[in-house]
């Protein structure tokens, strides 16, 4: 789905504006109105103690994407699905990993695997500082050492909390892409999940769609770091919602 939102250069964006935050005023801000508009970022985080950057770093054509966290009071456990071709030397690297204790393989297919794992206390994480500025991850992977986020936050300002937390905590912080975006955009277009809207985004930005496609499935997958099935199903999903959604049709 391409955002109609004002997108501009992580160049022009990474500027702060009377020390409040980054890129331009909303226009909530300009006008004085209650928030209209909230702020998409795609940031690029790493640090020598972020959960599983060893692992990630050894295998660098492995991609990991968080999909659940659990704390039960004793210990928080997290399940990735890790997606590539050297998956043995990934799952070596993850038995060697300080962040991480406890793995067990839940669900396994010939180019990735499903893996619970138990987050070390010592462990570095993001989401939490994240959620604590006013932000929300919509989609994380990790790849050749380094964490890769596409958020949302509330405005400039919780960015710039977020920066700040990062920066008292040595995160390497580096600011790709900044926006601003309607809530019904972020709301989820259509009522997409989250994984389904990356999708679909990035299969009509590398021409998926177009006549004749200019991508294939698998390499969709690729450049997500999911498996062929996942990718297949992202995006027949996805589209079964957009055209339910726009034509008004019920699954009833």
């Known amino acids: 789905m391409r955002n109609t ?38 940031l690029c985080l790493s640090h020598p103690e972020l959960i599983l950057t060893d692992t990630i770093e050894s295998s660098p054509d492995v991609t990991v994407r968080p999909e659940q966290m659990v704390d039960d009071g004793t210990s928080s456990l997290l399940v990735i699905e890790a997606a590539g071709k050297t998956l043995d030397q990934f799952e070596t690297a993850l038995e060697r990993d300080s962040t991480v204790c406890d793995h067990l393989v839940l669900d396994w297919t010939e180019t990735s695997r499903v893996y619970r794992v138990e987050v070390a206390d010592s462990a570095v994480r993001i989401t939490p500082s994240l959620v604590r500025a006013g932000g929300r991850a ?34 390497t912080f580096r600011l790709d892409r900044l926006y601003w975006t309607s809530g019904e955009v972020n709301a989820g277009a259509c009522g997409l999940t989250a994984d389904q809207q990356v999708a679909l985004e990035t299969a009509h ?25 996942a990718m297949s199903q992202r995006i027949r999903r996805g589209m079964d919602q957009v055209v339910g959604s726009e034509l008004g049709l019920s699954d009833e």
Do not use: M
């Open 5 to 42: 939102g004002d997108q501009r250069s992580a160049a022009e964006a990474d500027q702060p504006v009377d020390g409040a935050g980054y890129g331009p005023a909303s226009p909530s801000e300009a006008t004085g109105t209650s928030q209209e508009k909230s702020l998409g970022v795609d």
């Open 138 to 171: 919509l989609d994380i992977k990790g790849t050749s050492g380094q964490w890769l986020v596409h958020a949302q936050f509330r405005s400039r300002a919780a960015l710039s909390q977020f920066r700040a937390e990062c920066s008292d905590r040595n995160i």
């Open 205 to 229: 930005r590398e021409g998926y769609f177009d006549v004749p496609r200019g991508i294939s499935q698998a390499e969709l997958a690729d450049k997500l770091g999911i498996s062929p099935s």
